[in-house]
């Protein structure tokens, strides 16, 4: 199905691990991000990617590394896992900016409950 | 730095009733405003966007007004119904901020069967 899906859905690891959280999206979308959702932060950009081979740090980017080869998938990366990073995750998606500086919508994934213990 | 702001935090209200969800930000220079429903446990539907040339916007029941100069949203439901208790978000997208979106901390509507 067309969309925007994450991987996995839910993932529970210890503090020091190396995570890998996965997005894939179909509809060939240039810009892809990620954000992470906590009590009393609300949602937190975290990276964000304009194209294939460009990415650029959002407010939260501290222990976290991304990359994007294709311009279908943007893995996000937990180098070492520690507990403030439990949180949801979630990825989205827009197309690219249109004429005159306007901006689409985001779409979003389902996103990926993460546990450190 | 933008802040985004949602009045009420929670809202209960009987089936059938027309509502009024509130969003003001500090910074009007704005590319558009996004609002989202969010189930619990789920991920976030987008349902309108309003562009920072526009007035409002309208899908359905669902109507968003935007006010630039003042910093305010609104997002009215027409005719609640129970399906529509879920957790509403508006976010900003902001000139000059790296595709950021600022996010509200949402308001939470249960519609009373």
């Known amino acids: 199905d067309a969309g925007i899906t994450q991987s996995p859905r839910y993932k529970i690891t210890e503090t020091g691990r190396q995570v890998t959280l996965m997005c894939h999206q179909t509809?060939?979308?240039?810009?892809m991000f990620w954000y992470r959702q906590d009590l009393g932060h609300g949602l937190r950009l975290i990276y964000y990617?304009?194209?294939?081979?460009?990415?650029d740090k959002g407010e939260v980017p501290d222990g976290y590394v991304v990359s994007r080869s294709k311009t279908e998938n943007f893995p996000l990366t937990l180098e070492s896992a520690t507990r403030s990073q439990t949180s949801v995750y979630f990825c989205a998606s827009s197309e690219s900016l249109l004429a005159g500086g306007v901006r689409n919508e985001q779409f979003f994934g389902p996103g990926t409950r993460l546990t450190v213990l | 730095k933008q802040e985004v702001t949602q009045i009420p935090a929670a809202l209960s209200v009987p089936e059938g009733e027309n509502l009024v969800l509130n969003c003001s930000f500090t910074?009007?220079?704005?590319?558009?405003l996004q609002w989202f429903r969010q189930d619990p446990g789920k991920g976030l539907t987008s349902l309108l966007l309003i562009q920072s040339s526009q007035r409002e916007q309208t899908s359905g029941r669902l109507n968003a007004s935007l006010d630039k100069s003042s910093g305010r949203s609104t997002l009215y439901i027409a005719a609640s119904q129970p399906g529509d208790s879920a957790t509403y978000l508006c976010?900003?997208?902001?000139?000059?901020?790296?595709?950021?979106?600022?996010f509200g901390s949402g308001t939470q509507l249960t519609v009373l069967p």
């Open positions: 976010a900003v997208d902001t000139s000059g901020s790296a595709r950021q979106l600022t």
């Open positions: 910074d009007s220079a704005i590319y558009n």
């Open positions: 990617s304009a194209a294939a081979d460009i990415t």
């Open positions: 509809w060939s979308h240039s810009y």
